[in-house]
């Protein structure tokens, strides 16, 4: 019987050590989303026949890189943390070139913003010359250091989907073409004699 019972003492205890422990609060933070962020993640192609999934994840890249630029930014670009940002900074597009970042860079850097959020992504397709051009138009809020609005600008991106033949499924992955460029106009030829 008195085993029963210290049994019993031992099952209840481990019940009440069990039911007491809480469970960490495991938020990540948004430093260590960056640190771990990068555009290796594909889309199978079954989710990618919608209009809005597409503006999910064109929102979602383009808040990745514009965090990513602030945290470049705002450290010394020389050490080992600067350079692995950049490098994930690259790698979100699909051929990145020296001059890739010099027009973001420069307006983060003359407004000195300290963070960023985007906001009404919408994309839409544009015909170029036979070539249809994957676009979004977007707002982004910039902050300063206390958090404070430094004003809402309208932007633009050129991204593009690669398709990707993966474990006999067919997925894409994204990559910006250009970004924070200038819309596109379209060619004109002027009708009539010019003298």
């Not at 544009?126 to 138009?137: E, H, P």
């Amino acid at each position: 019987m008195k085993a029963i019972n210290k049994l019993w003492i031992l099952v209840i205890l481990t019940g009440l050590l069990v039911s007491c422990v809480k469970k960490e609060d495991h938020t990540i933070s948004d430093l260590d989303k960056l640190r771990n962020s990068s555009n290796k993640k594909s889309y199978p192609a079954v989710q990618m026949d919608s209009i809005r999934v597409i503006n999910d994840i064109t929102t979602q890249k383009v808040q990745q890189l514009l965090e990513l630029s602030t945290l470049y930014l705002s450290g010394n670009r020389n050490t080992e943390i600067d350079t692995t940002i950049y490098s994930q900074m690259q790698g979100y597009f699909q051929k990145p070139d020296s001059l890739t970042f010099k027009p973001l860079f420069k307006e983060l850097e003359s407004l000195k913003v300290k963070k960023v959020k985007v906001n009404n992504l919408t994309v839409y397709k544009d015909v170029q010359n036979k070539d249809t051009l994957d676009l979004a138009k977007f707002n982004v809020e910039y902050f300063d250091n206390r958090n404070k609005s430094i004003g809402t600008f309208e932007k633009n991106a050129q991204y593009t989907l690669v398709s990707k033949d993966m474990k006999l499924k067919k997925e894409f992955k994204f990559y910006f073409v250009n970004f924070y460029h200038e819309p596109l106009k379209k060619d004109s030829t002027s009708v009539g004699v010019t003298r």
